[in-house]
């Protein structure tokens, strides 16, 4: 596992947040499957907890207004180093800007953040780094290790990414698999999966999460015990065992036992 502690190049993933009803039953259900504890804020949006692990920060979880019927959803946010250049660049190259820009924690020290969405629909946050420099653990069980984007098709959505962040972009040269990995200085960041019909109808485009776990079988039936689902079963893939679950409030996310774990 290795700490991550600098600034992020922007365009890279860097946080994960979830935002939902039950913030006490949810935060049991992580806790429970990740070993995650929390601290409190920053609550600019509503009350807003970190979950931690061993003292780092790797995900956030906050609470939906009342009068929010928003989907339950983890978003990504991708770094950026002027979150209101970053937002402009959204709008001019088709998606739009929902929250923001602004600041999070006192004044800004935090940093500063925007909440977008994709020409296709598919939701992420800006994250401006001052203090908060994202997640703060890599490779361990518990922290976010992967993030791609469900689409129809990565063609037109991959020419949004590139513009807005400056990813090179690598497809996966098949005639039945639509897949491109988006790259930052040569290094993979995320991906982007273009699915056709096989979108859920309910959700749409979307980001996904994958969550290391240490044995991603065992993760699986421990959701369903906490009261999540299991929408796709562990199967073994390029990058480990990996399956799709949700939790109770049917937020969906992968968990993974990637395959350079130790």
């Not at 935060?27 to 601290?39: K, P, R, S």
């Not at 770094?79 to 929902?98: F, I």
């Not at 994958?210 to 015990?225: G, I, K, L, Q, S």
Request: charged share 20%.
């Amino acid at each position: 596992m290795t700490e991550a502690a600098a600034p992020r190049t922007p365009g890279s993933p860097c946080w994960v947040s979830l935002l939902v009803h039950g913030m006490g039953t949810t935060q049991d259900f992580y806790a429970d499957l990740f070993g995650w504890e929390f601290v409190p804020g920053p609550d600019q949006l509503g009350p807003y907890v970190r979950a931690l692990i061993g003292g780092k920060e790797v995900a956030g979880i906050g609470q939906l207004p009342p009068d929010r019927h928003l989907q339950v959803a983890w978003t990504t946010y991708l770094a950026s180093d002027d979150v209101d250049l970053t937002a402009e660049a959204v709008r001019s190259c088709g998606g739009t800007v929902a929250v923001g820009p602004l600041d999070a924690g006192e004044s800004g020290e935090a940093g500063r953040m925007a909440i977008a969405a994709d020409p296709g629909g598919a939701v992420f946050g800006i994250w401006e780094a001052a203090a908060h420099l994202g997640t703060a653990l890599a490779g361990a069980p518990g922290t976010p290790v992967w993030n791609e984007l469900v689409t129809r098709e990565t063609s037109t959505v991959c020419k949004f990414y590139q513009t807005v962040f400056g990813y090179e972009a690598e497809a996966e040269v098949s005639a039945d698999f639509d897949y491109q990995t988006l790259r930052l200085d040569g290094r993979p960041v995320a991906s982007l999966h273009g699915v056709g019909h096989a979108l859920p109808r309910d959700r749409g485009p979307h980001w996904m999460t994958y969550f290391e776990v240490a044995d991603t079988d065992e993760a699986a039936r421990r959701v369903v015990e906490l009261g999540g689902q299991v929408l796709h079963p562990p199967r073994d893939g390029a990058s480990g065992r990996v399956a799709t679950v949700a939790d109770p409030e049917g937020a969906a996310f992968a968990i993974v036992r990637s395959t350079t774990a130790g």
